[in-house]
């Protein structure tokens, strides 16, 4: 399975690269494009278009400003689409969180967070994993490793607590 991961601009990519990151960290294969809904609106439907032919299950679509390029491609695809409000400008990604949330019934976007691209991979992954057992049990492991890391960060912070009050500090 493949997922397609666009960005309105190549200001973009290095936020936008957490998006293939973690899909590749889940073993999902992606491919990745610069296509703006303003500046190459005929690019933008033509991807969207072909994208189920190219094999592509879901489109991962982050952009900043007016933000209308996750919603140009939910509106020439069935595939899922989920959206990355990118940060910038004077209202630090609040327009582009609205321009991307904000869709008309019927043609929805899923919207992660502002800048939030490592989660639109996972979401892509559990959208996968639905129809597929091994990203299924990927993900499993990827949260089972996200957990295992806090303890050990608990572990360690508990450690430090006890160490203070054993030398004698008093609150």
């Given at each position: 399975?493949?997922?397609?991961v666009v960005m309105g601009s190549q200001s973009d990519l290095a936020k936008m690269s957490k998006a293939?990151?973690?899909?590749?960290?889940?073993?999902?294969?992606?491919?990745?494009?610069?296509?703006?809904?303003?500046?190459?609106?005929?690019?933008?439907?033509?991807?969207?278009?072909?994208?189920?032919?190219?094999g592509l299950c879901a489109i991962i679509a982050g952009a900043g400003g007016a933000a209308h390029l996750?919603?140009?491609?939910?509106?020439?695809?069935?595939?899922?689409?989920?959206?990355?409000?990118?940060?910038?400008?004077?209202?630090?990604?609040?327009?582009?969180?609205?321009?991307?949330?904000?869709?008309?019934?019927?043609?929805?976007?899923?919207?992660?967070?502002?800048?939030?691209?490592?989660?639109?991979?996972?979401?892509?992954?559990?959208?996968?994993?639905?129809?597929?057992?091994?990203?299924?049990?990927?993900?499993?492991?990827?949260?089972?490793?996200?957990?295992?890391?806090?303890?050990?960060?608990d572990a360690g912070v508990q450690a430090q607590a006890q160490a203070k009050t054993a030398g004698g500090?008093?609150?």
């Amino acid at each position: 399975m493949t997922v397609g991961v666009v960005m309105g601009s190549q200001s973009d990519l290095a936020k936008m690269s957490k998006a293939w990151e973690a899909l590749s960290e889940l073993g999902i294969g992606y491919e990745v494009r610069v296509i703006s809904a303003h500046r190459t609106p005929d690019e933008a439907v033509a991807y969207a278009r072909g994208a189920e032919e190219r094999g592509l299950c879901a489109i991962i679509a982050g952009a900043g400003g007016a933000a209308h390029l996750a919603g140009v491609m939910a509106a020439y695809t069935v595939l899922p689409v989920i959206g990355v409000p990118i940060a910038s400008g004077a209202m630090g990604g609040f327009d582009a969180l609205c321009s991307t949330v904000m869709m008309p019934s019927g043609v929805p976007v899923a919207t992660v967070a502002i800048d939030g691209a490592a989660n639109a991979g996972v979401l892509a992954a559990q959208i996968i994993a639905l129809s597929d057992p091994r990203v299924r049990e990927r993900l499993t492991e990827y949260r089972r490793s996200m957990a295992e890391k806090v303890r050990q960060v608990d572990a360690g912070v508990q450690a430090q607590a006890q160490a203070k009050t054993a030398g004698g500090a008093v609150d």
